[in-house]
């Protein structure tokens, strides 16, 4: 009841600063833009767009290095790579074109976070 009561008359941030309520883990997002505007195939030597956002939850501004990568069976190359910084709470959306290679089967785009480590994955098929 007092910490309650605590709470409300000074404020989370203060009932933070007091030990009372846990500061929130961080984290941050990694997703595809427009999932329902992505390819199940695509021919090999074709431009493909990967869209995709990253929200920084980490509770300070954060530098994020990112890589698109094409993995076949047996190969895994790297198509692209950048940095984008991103203060706290700030989402950012990216559109990076690349020219898939030819491999032989069934491949996935992935889109990876140095750090935090994270990672999605487009699966395609040839056409």
Same mark, same amino acid.
């Given at each position: 009841?007092?910490?309650?009561?605590?709470?409300?008359?000074?404020?989370?941030?203060?009932?933070?600063?007091?030990?009372?309520?846990?500061?929130?883990? #961080?984290? /941050?997002?990694?997703?595809?833009?427009?999932?329902? @505007?992505? #390819?199940?195939?695509?021919?090999?030597? !074709? !431009?493909?767009?990967? @869209?995709?956002?990253?929200?920084?939850?980490?509770?300070?501004?954060?530098?994020?290095?990112? /890589?698109?990568?094409?993995?076949?069976?047996?190969?895994? +190359?790297?198509?692209? /790579?950048?940095?984008?910084?991103?203060?706290?709470?700030?989402?950012?959306?990216?559109?990076?074109?690349? /020219?898939?290679?030819?491999?032989?089967? #069934?491949?996935?785009?992935?889109?990876?976070?140095?750090?935090?480590?994270?990672?999605?994955?487009?699966? +395609?098929?040839?056409?």
């Amino acid at each position: 009841m007092v910490v309650l009561v605590l709470f409300q008359y000074v404020g989370l941030g203060a009932a933070r600063r007091l030990g009372l309520v846990a500061k929130p883990a #961080p984290f /941050t997002e990694l997703f595809f833009a427009d999932p329902g @505007d992505l #390819p199940s195939s695509v021919a090999s030597d !074709r !431009r493909l767009g990967v @869209d995709f956002a990253i929200v920084n939850h980490e509770g300070e501004p954060f530098r994020y290095a990112w /890589t698109v990568s094409v993995i076949g069976a047996h190969e895994r +190359l790297r198509l692209a /790579t950048g940095v984008r910084s991103l203060p706290n709470s700030q989402e950012c959306e990216l559109s990076v074109r690349v /020219t898939l290679p030819a491999i032989q089967g #069934p491949a996935t785009v992935e889109v990876q976070l140095a750090e935090p480590t994270e990672a999605i994955s487009l699966h +395609l098929n040839n056409a």
